[in-house]
């Protein structure tokens, strides 16, 4: 009955995230590279009539990068979203969207100007009707077409540079999943030749506040695609742990009897289909994941490599992270020593600090852990559980901001991987949002977390 409900909601109400405007991927848009769609309250470009904002050249940051991508211009990604763009929407004030038609983050109301703080709650403190409305959220989204964005099913170069445009329809939670595929994927060089030591979201400076965006837009998308506007992502608190507890029926599935690697048949998510899960066959083909089902979710937690990630997170590891003074050190990446970023990333041990390449810890444990799906890169975002962990692993970033209070100056402005400077625009989001603008509270971005409310 919920989900009935929630289909007939749908049509009431508007969605906007990120990536590929559908508005602005036809060869004119794409030939002229601007993308600044009217806002449909006053019909003009980027809502100009009505102050909201209007369309402008984009300014790039000319910070050096650091060494780790030796090419130039051979990645659609590089000095993102120039390859496709140089003019979009700059909103004004307290705006914000593709076409200015949105609320900043913690705003609210017509003009934007109710303030709000929302907050995410542990899964297991939720009522049953609220857990089963979460599921039902999940559900609609897995099977409601994004009304305003799209995915390119091909580079700009198979596109011929704009003149035949590739994109295609996607679900709402699926174009999640392919976002996230999208950020991390190879570099294709041609042939059979791929450049893998390449990653927009992970593995750098970037990783926390790209997925603290991530969420947020996640979170937007459904709080308008069902009219809930009190919708928070739950988290999961995996600390000290000693097996998956959401992993039954009553949570995110519990295993299938018959086969160790599926979801139970009463689970909610038995029945999903997976995509962007087949790096190494886009990688031969020279192509991108185009959203095309690859098979059901697979999940078997607790039987993976112990010899890489012997146990979960236990509290002691998230309190040592905590009292790394440094967000990031050295050469910024998953080499990094004493980096609060690269050992709660799990690069690091949560014990020392020192960079080891042959552990995978902290946030990187629970990926390993849960050994399916999850567990790659490229469709990992596939399994709800990615969505409660990483809210918990938000969780603790923002523990650590509110412990060290840093300025903005401590995001590191250059020589960070390509794009993970402090003024790099966030791949691949449009509208364009900067990685530093996410390394402040949550509370100036409109939610806190409960438990950190109770402490």
Not at 285 to 295: I, K, S, V, W
Not at 304 to 309: A, L, V, Y
Request: glycine share 8%; charged share 20%; hydrophobic share 35%.
């Amino acid at each position: 009955m919920l989900l009935a409900v929630l289909y007939c909601l749908l049509w009431s109400f508007q969605t906007s995230t990120g990536h590929f405007p559908r508005a602005c991927i036809s060869p004119k848009n794409l030939m002229e590279k601007e993308c600044c769609p009217a806002w449909k309250g006053d019909g003009s470009p980027c809502g100009q009539l009505s102050g909201r904002g209007s369309c402008q050249d984009i300014l790039l940051s000319n910070a050096p990068l650091g060494p780790q991508f030796p090419f130039v211009g051979v990645d659609d990604r590089e000095s993102w979203p120039s390859v496709f763009y140089n003019r979009t929407c700059q909103c004004f004030g307290n705006f914000m969207g593709f076409n200015c038609g949105n609320c900043k983050f913690g705003l609210w109301g017509p003009n934007c100007t109710e303030r709000r703080l929302l907050v995410r709650r542990n899964i297991f403190d939720l009522s049953v009707p609220e857990k089963d409305k979460f599921f039902a959220y999940l559900t609609l989204a897995k099977h409601t077409t994004s009304p305003d964005y799209v995915i390119p099913i091909g580079t700009l170069g198979q596109m011929n540079n704009g003149t035949i445009p590739m994109f295609k329809d996607i679900n709402i939670y699926d174009l999640f999943v392919w976002i996230h595929y999208y950020v991390s994927r190879d570099t294709l060089l041609g042939g059979s030749e791929v450049w893998r030591d390449i990653d927009f979201a992970h593995e750098a400076p970037g990783f926390l506040p790209w997925h603290r965006l991530f969420l947020l837009l996640w979170e937007q998308e459904i709080q308008m695609l069902t009219g809930d506007e009190n919708f928070t992502i739950p988290y999961w608190d995996w600390r000290d742990a000693d097996s998956c507890d959401v992993c039954t029926d009553e949570y995110m599935g519990g295993r299938n009897t018959a086969n160790p690697n599926l979801l139970s048949s009463a689970s909610f998510f038995s029945s999903w289909q997976i995509v962007c899960s087949r790096l190494e066959e886009y990688n031969t083909r020279q192509a991108l994941c185009d959203g095309t089902p690859e098979g059901p979710l697979l999940r078997n937690p607790g039987n993976h490599d112990k010899n890489r990630t012997p146990r979960l997170p236990s509290s002691a590891d998230v309190e040592f992270c905590l009292s790394l003074t440094q967000y990031e050190s050295g050469s910024m990446d998953k080499s990094a020593n004493f980096s609060f970023r690269n050992t709660l990333e799990g690069f690091a041990s949560p014990l020392t600090g020192i960079a080891n390449a042959s552990q995978s810890s902290m946030h990187n444990a629970l990926h390993i852990y849960m050994n399916g799906t999850m567990s790659q890169v490229s469709g990992s975002a596939n399994d709800p559980i990615f969505l409660l962990h990483h809210a918990f692993v938000d969780s603790i970033f923002e523990q650590w901001l509110r412990r060290h209070r840093p300025l903005k100056e401590v995001y590191p402005e250059a020589n960070a991987p390509i794009g993970h400077n402090r003024e790099s625009y966030m791949v691949p989001f449009i509208p364009l949002y900067r990685n530093g603008d996410f390394f402040i509270s949550s509370k100036d971005l409109g939610y806190d977390y409960s438990y950190l409310q109770d402490s």
